[in-house]
């Protein structure tokens, strides 16, 4: 794995660790989340689930709940990521907040 797909996978799973937020590929700043979102979910790092949408296909939603905190706790401490700063920057709050409209 080069460097720059390290750091985007550690800085995405140090978001969803430190925040419990439940994030989709487009709310991430991150071009093409998703090649970082499914490694991340395939080693059981993180859980993403499908979210139907009405007339629209499904997206899914990623997060670390209880069973996967541990190994992403550990992860994160392999990279000495757990005492860092929560990187909020990788978030885009736009996109956010029009998700968060559209389900109130």
Known sequence: MNARALH????ILKLLYDTGLRVTASQ???SN??????PLEEAKLISRVEV???NSSPY?????NRDTRKKAKDY???YNMLNRETPFYILNFEVTQKT???EV
């Open 8 to 11: 985007h996978k550690l800085n």
């Open 28 to 30: 991430l700043i991150i």
């Open 33 to 38: 989340a998703n090649q970082y979102l499914i």
């Open 52 to 54: 139907p949408r009405e």
């Open 60 to 64: 899914k939603v990623g997060f670390v």
């Open 76 to 78: 994160l401490e392999k």
């Open 100 to 102: 968060e409209q559209k």
